[in-house]
């Protein structure tokens, strides 16, 4: 857990000035927890947690800047959409910050309804069916 919050601090707070009463919101614990390393390094984290029986909710995807473009989150999407499956999600969501949108397109995530502010960042609410 130590892991993961730092690179969320790293990364919404620093980065973006989320505010980190915002982003460490004490769901952490009802949550599956993910680290992503690369060449022995934790450089990415998300989690999983269960919205309703049918639906599952990716959260807190989040990579640090210089580890970028090196496939580390679509790895842990597609590490966080397999359990989610296995788990009988009949629908996994995401609230993406909108620079990622075509990130996401790409897993096969579809764009349901209009921009919304979450954390005074653009967002839009994106659906997965398995």
Known sequence: MEAAFHIRRVVFCDEQK?????EFDGLDEECRQYLARRKGRIVGTARLRVDSP????IERVAV???ERG?????E?????IEDAIADDAEMIVIHAQC???TFYEALR???VGEEFE???IPHIYMEYRP
Request: a positive charge; zero cysteines; glycine letters at 6%.
């Open 64 to 66: 640090l800047m210089e």
């Open 118 to 120: 979450e954390a005074d």
């Open 99 to 101: 620079h990622a949108r």
């Open 109 to 111: 995530f579809v764009q």
């Open 70 to 74: 090196h496939g580390v989150g679509k």
């Open 54 to 57: 049918s639906k599952t909710k």
């Open 76 to 80: 842990l999407m597609f590490r966080t």
């Open 18 to 22: 989320v505010d980190p009463k915002e």
